[in-house]
């Protein structure tokens, strides 16, 4: 927001620097750059909930069990998230085998994208975890998409 109106910050600053240092103008114009972010802090989380929402809804009908669900749904809300065949183990008390096969699945799909990290395989949401889950049809699953 600063970076947008940066003449309207430097003259706040000079109102101030020139009225006796009257900060009155300082102080408003911060006042009303907060009341800004914050209008624009809850339209970006409003759309934000309602793309979680929305791929919530596609993923209940699809044939992905629940420790995928939980997944995805972390996923979404964590873009930046990172996922193992360790922690999926751990947090969800599953062999290896199960782990491995769930964190592969939803690679296989396109949802997870999968990167090597020394000599174990580590997975984070696509960057387009979004739009793919737009390819989910009701009740036939999830389409395979190459990430």
């Known amino acids: 927001i600063l970076k947008k109106a940066p003449?309207?910050?430097?003259?706040a600053f000079l109102y101030t620097e020139s009225d006796d240092r009257d900060t009155t103008y300082f102080l408003l114009y911060?006042?009303?750059?907060?009341c800004r972010a914050i209008d624009e802090l809850h339209v970006y989380l409003a759309r934000k909930i309602r793309?979680?929402?929305?791929?919530?809804?596609?993923l209940q009908d699809t044939n992905l069990n629940h420790r995928q669900l939980a997944v995805i749904g972390h996923a979404?809300?964590?873009?930046?998230?990172?996922?193992?065949?360790?922690?999926h183990m751990t947090s969800h008390r599953v062999v290896y085998e199960s782990a491995r096969s769930d964190l592969l699945e939803l690679e296989g799909m396109g949802l997870l994208a999968r990167i090597q990290m020394g000599r174990q395989f580590v997975f984070r949401p696509a960057r387009d975890l979004s739009d793919r889950?737009?390819?989910?049809?009701?009740?036939?699953?999830?389409?395979?998409?190459?990430?």
């Open 76 to 87: 979404l809300r964590n873009p930046d998230a990172e996922y193992t065949f360790r922690s």
């Open 30 to 34: 911060q006042l009303n750059v907060i």
């Open 133 to 147: 889950l737009d390819l989910v049809k009701r009740g036939t699953g999830v389409q395979v998409v190459p990430a």
């Open 51 to 58: 793309e979680v929402r929305k791929a919530e809804e596609l």
């Open 7 to 11: 003449a309207q910050y430097a003259r």
